[in-house]
């Protein structure tokens, strides 16, 4: 991971896993292993994965706050626009944080 960090842009890890400490847990991993790199983070609104708006929002700020710059959203186009408005929800909290 820290020969891939130098080389690359952003590591963009997807930000997979049962709960925000999860998410958590990935971030700590990569900075122990590559704590120069610049980080992103991958989210998917599977139903499998993110539950509701407030979860979706927990989990981005926990990324934004162990460093993310980033936030990329994928698989859009399987989303009903319910879970469309989780994405929106979220990045209007991520900047009410900041």
């Known amino acids: 991971m820290r020969k891939a960090a ?5 590591v963009v890890p997807l930000a997979y896993g049962d709960s ?3 998410v958590a ?4 991993a990569i900075k122990l292993v590559a704590p120069e790199a610049t980080l992103g ?4 609104l599977h139903h499998n ?4 708006a407030v979860e979706l929002a927990a989990r981005v700020k ?3 706050d162990a460093g993310a710059q980033s936030i990329v ?4 186009g399987l989303l009903n ?3 469309l408005n989780w994405i929106k929800q979220a990045n209007l909290a991520v900047e009410e944080w900041r």
Not at 41 to 44: G, H, P, R, T, V
Not at 49 to 52: A, F, T
């Open 6 to 10: 130098a080389t690359l842009d952003r």
């Open 20 to 22: 925000v400490g999860d």
């Open 25 to 28: 847990y990935t971030f700590h």
């Open 41 to 44: 983070a991958a989210f998917s």
């Open 49 to 52: 994965q993110i539950q509701s």
């Open 62 to 64: 926990t990324a934004v």
């Open 73 to 76: 959203y994928y698989n859009l």
């Open 81 to 83: 626009n319910r879970r």
